[in-house]
Structures are given as C-alpha cells and as structure tokens.
C-alpha cells in the first residue's frame, strides 16, 4: 500500500503507551499508520488522538499530537499515513 510521511516521533510516554508526534501533514481519528524506524516497525489504526492531553478528531502540519501505540518507539521514528 502506498505511504504519505505525515510526521516524526518527538517523544514516547512509557506510562500510558503513547507516542508524541510532530505532524509535517494531516493525521485523522480512524488513520492507518506506519511507524518506521531503526529499530521500530509499526502499523496500527489510530484509535486514540490527542493535543495538549485534549481528545481531537484530527491533528494538522505544525501541530504535535499523542495517539496510542502498542509498543516502544523512538525518538526520530517516522511516521507515515497508509493511503488507500
């Protein structure tokens, strides 16, 4: 499937399981997303999307939003949106 870079991991939050992530594009409730990286390799639909700890249904480029990750990912992961 084909992938659009939509931001990078800024920080990950081992206490609730959540990344943080800096957005170059548009990241929606619902989003298939790939994260990729040295050591890290994720594809999850995101199901939870937050700035400033506030709940949104979508994060725009300039903005940094937390979604719910499954496993540990690192700082520089990036992240891609999988366009259907």
Do not use: C, W
Request: charged share 25%; hydrophobic share 40%.
């Amino acid at each position: 499937m084909p992938e659009e870079e939509i931001g990078k991991v800024d920080d990950y939050f081992a206490h609730v399981g959540a990344a943080g992530i800096q957005l170059t594009g548009t990241l929606k409730l619902g989003d298939a997303v790939h994260i990729l990286g040295h050591s890290t390799d994720l594809e999850i639909k995101v199901d939870s999307l937050q700035i400033n700890n506030v709940p949104v249904t979508e994060g725009k480029a300039g903005q940094a939003v937390g979604i719910k990750v499954p496993g540990r990912v690192h700082r520089g992961d990036r992240v891609y949106k999988v366009v259907a």
